[in-house]
């Protein structure tokens, strides 16, 4: 009786394992067909530009505009910091400078849950936006997510 029973529960974990493996080989193919692959519009912008929107009244306003509706859900609506890091303090882990933040923007950082906005955005609006981030810097934020990476002096 005995050898029996342990033949039969064998046959029963052989079965299992196959249907477990089965399904876990399916899932992975399904989401990859799922996600396209997109390219970056190629885009060049300089230090000089992004200087010019800082002092471009319009610019600044179509940037906050961006900013409310792309980016405020992970910054916080002040720049403050949520899921993204605090965008008003001195500290920076990709660079403080406005053209390294439009770089950032540009770019994404993949992994860490930035989207790499140079596929979703107009090169005009990444100027805009990176312009209004720049602008926040200084700002107060009680109670803002406390800062990350390394201090910076802020640019003239
Ligand atoms: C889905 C969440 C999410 C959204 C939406 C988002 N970000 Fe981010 N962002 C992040 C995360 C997470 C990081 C930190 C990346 C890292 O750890 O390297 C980050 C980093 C950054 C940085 C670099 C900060 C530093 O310390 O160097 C900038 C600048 C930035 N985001 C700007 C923006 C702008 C502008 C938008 C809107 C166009 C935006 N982000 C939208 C999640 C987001």
């Known amino acids: ?56 009244k319009e610019a600044m306003t179509k940037g906050r505009g961006v900013y409310s509706a792309k980016c405020a859900s992970c910054h916080g609506g002040s720049g403050e910091g949520g899921i993204g890091p605090n965008l008003c303090d001195d500290f920076w882990l990709h660079g403080g400078l406005p053209n390294q933040i439009a770089t950032t923007v540009y770019n994404g950082v993949k992994d860490k849950g930035m989207i790499p906005w140079g596929q979703i955005l107009t090169r005009e ?25 390394t201090k910076e002096e802020r640019p003239q």
Do not use: W
């Not at 050898?3 to 989401?31: D, G, M, W, Y």
């Open 1 to 56: 009786m005995e050898p029996r029973l342990s033949h039969h529960a064998a046959l029963c974990i052989l079965t299992l394992t196959f249907f477990t493996a089965s399904c876990q080989n399916k899932a992975p193919t399904e989401v990859k067909t799922e996600t396209p692959v997109q390219e970056l519009k190629p885009v060049t912008f300089t230090a000089e530009d992004l200087k010019e929107n800082l002092k471009n």
């Open 125 to 149: 609006e990444i100027l805009q936006v990176a312009s209004y981030v720049a602008s926040l810097r200084g700002k107060s934020t009680p109670g803002g997510k406390p800062p990350q990476g």
